[in-house]
């Protein structure tokens, strides 16, 4: 039988605060949210002034990086270079900004941003990412 890392309540915040502060630093107004490798939600951040949709959002992509087991900017990019079939499939938000969290190669969980450019939201889940990794 396997076994694998998960995630706790202080890794969670780990993630939140490591991303927050990468945020902050920059001046962006996001929402950074973590889930476990099911896509279900372990922790949410609204920074103040983040427009209220920036969290559904930012749980949409860290749920579409867990489920995939990629990050969410690679399903984008499919889209953009003209697999457009692939907006029918079942992930809940296929934009720029789902990171996947590895612990010795298994996904235990994922980081979505959103509220600046994708670039910015996949940065800042992943500065949060390198505070438990």
Known sequence: MKTKAVLTLTEVRSILDAAEQHARAQGWAVSIAVVDDGGHALGLLRLDDASPVSAEIALGKARTAALGRRDSEGYEDMI????????????????????????DGQVIGAVGVSGVRPEQDAETARAGIAAVV
């Open 80 to 103: 953009n270079q003209g697999r457009t079939a692939f907006v029918s499939a079942p992930l809940p938000v296929m934009l720029t900004g789902g990171v996947v969290l590895r612990i």
